[in-house]
DNA sequence: TTGTAAGCGTTATCAC
DNA sequence: GTGATAACGCTTACAA
């Protein structure tokens, strides 16, 4: 047990009083430096800057969002319900994105858990001026429940919502397209039985995939009976994999919904002792870390999940500051080709 | 360049003041019962607390940090060089410890990117009262970057830090302790060639759980240089597997430092056509969502993440508030017997 | 262009 | 116990 550092007494910060004195201009003048307002003395500036410089000045945010009646902070809401989410390389990208756009803003990002267990909390949080705006990552329909808040506070999704999406803001990629064309990938090459893991029926990104999949196989002329569904977990993609083999029926390719199942995928194959991709050729998408990881790697759609964060956060800024923004932002996929198809 | 456009609908927010006006008392009666004042005539505060429902106030977390002199958030830091990190399962489960944790409290939880092109801005960040303590996840050394701002700020850090460990705080588990009785499951039930795949060896985890092995190998006579290492990630365990399988000798056997790496070994020997754990066992570390993901279920060291999560936020809170706090916290593992060894 | 001064919504120090 | 009233550090009309 030893003592604590004393919380009761903070170091010396600097306030843009200490600033101006030293500077011998008005308190006004330096929060206009600050703010590099354009009416100011170059000459006045320049001794205000150095003595910013000399007192290692740092505004204080709680009197800023006091004065200005904006908290400059946007909260990242995480589903609590499914902790797997957190640990989704998917989330991971998108928080990074997120958080690296942020990092060149005035805005603070901050997290919260939205507890199931008292949603007035995270609503009281959220609603109650201590944020200037939301963002929404999750896979999961449920976790949409925020939706109405976005009559009240700007919001950004990470992918179109499952309901309310015509008045939403979200940003995404066009699944639909993208699995169309990584499936082209292996109907083109000759394969003639190829089946899909499916993400969840209830999830945009599981839809749309599926769907894209299916343009692609019927087209090709193949069946498009072969589908199973996973929750875009490895564990899951490993299961759906058993399953499709235990059909007994032939299949020389498959889709993955995402690269996690895809991984899975590998270990239900390799497992069985077939080879990959001589005997069944395997494509996934998000081309994530798992997509390097496995042996041989995996070809896959390139999901630009980093651009995404980004992107969410800066139309998230831009309806905070008024300025009009889209609805609906899409970006461009591409196909990732490696070793398993 | 005007921004006249007002994003969303501001909704009115009801102050302070505006209670204390439906509940006819003063502001300063109504803070009281806010902060739950221990005097405070009970029906009084029973008006004032129906007029905060009726009102749905919310306090302004601004002027409250102002008025206080405390910015009641606490920042995680994360490494941006890393950008793995955070898709490692690991830190997602810290995080959600610490969020969880922060939930109840009356702290909110910041993020922010240790961008190593600034390091000044993230300093001046820290150090500028916006933060009354900080929090430090990485398994990465490096990343101990910040250890000096512990004589500043209130600091925690997940796992020992390496350098500097007298004068922190951290919470960790004993990691050598419990690789020694995971490997002692090796050993005790016959096997003869056991080998490591260890994690860095400039990180205190990587460290000791290799120390760990190795006197547990020692002491049941058998050899101590079956040692790869790898990074923690799932590609590295893959690898560094196969440079075991590779070397020609015996091998029945292997303790993966992290489960991460253990699925990575998992690929590298059915790859081969090897069983697990017919040919080989393996057991792994932290009992993480790979854990089960694999087929056969690892046998691994149960870790505790997010309750550590939960303690180093636990203890952050502790020090801000003056509370003493232990520097060291060892938090107990427990061994999970699985079905790979 | 620069300064004065009035807030921003709370908490805290006093008297009463 | 309760209520004025002065901070808290910054922004921003409004003057000068």
Redesign the pocket.
């Given at each position: 047990m030893t003592t604590t550092q004393d919380a009761g007494a903070p170091r010396p910060?600097a306030?843009?009083?200490m600033v101006a004195a030293l500077a011998?201009?008005?308190?006004?003048?330096?929060?206009?430096v600050?703010?590099d307002s354009p009416?100011?003395?170059p000459?006045?500036?320049l001794s205000v800057k150095k003595a910013i410089l000399a007192l290692d000045?740092?505004?204080?945010r709680?009197?800023?969002s006091?004065?200005?009646?904006r908290a400059q902070a946007v909260t990242l809401i995480v589903p609590e319900s499914t902790s797997k989410v957190f640990a989704d390389p998917f989330f991971a990208s998108v928080v990074q994105g997120i958080a690296l756009f942020l990092t060149d803003t005035e805005y603070t990002l901050n997290m919260v858990i939205s507890s199931e267990s008292k949603p007035e909390k995270t609503r009281s949080f959220l609603l109650g001026g201590n944020v200037d705006g939301v963002l929404v990552v999750s896979h999961h329909s449920s976790d949409h429940s925020w939706t109405h808040l976005s009559g009240s506070l700007p919001m950004v999704f990470a992918g179109r919502p499952l309901v309310g999406s015509r008045e939403s803001y979200y940003v995404e990629v066009d699944n639909e397209r993208a699995a169309y064309s990584v499936t082209r990938q292996l109907t083109d090459s000759g394969r003639r039985h190829v089946a899909t893991i499916a993400g969840p029926q209830d999830m945009p990104p599981g839809i749309d995939r599926l769907a894209g999949w299916r343009t692609a196989v019927v087209e090709a002329g193949l069946s498009d009976g072969l589908v199973e569904v996973g929750d875009f977990t490895l564990a899951s993609g490993a299961r759906a994999m058993h399953r499709l083999l235990d059909r007994g029926t032939p299949l020389d390719a498959v889709f993955a919904g995402n690269d996690q199942m895809a991984a899975g995928a590998y270990t239900a194959i390799q497992g069985r002792g077939l080879r990959i991709p001589e005997d069944i050729a395997v494509v996934g998408f998000d081309d994530d870390s798992f997509a390097t990881s496995v042996t041989p790697a995996l070809t896959t759609v390139h999901h630009p999940i980093i651009e995404l964060g980004k992107k969410m956060a800066e139309i998230l800024v831009d309806l905070i500051e008024g300025r009009p923004a889209q609805r609906a932002t899409m970006l461009p996929t591409s196909l990732v080709i490696r070793d398993s198809a």
């Open positions: 910060v306030t843009l009083e011998g201009v008005s308190r006004a003048t330096v929060s206009r600050v703010n009416s100011v003395d000459e006045l500036a000045y740092t505004p204080n709680a009197a800023r006091l004065a200005k009646r």
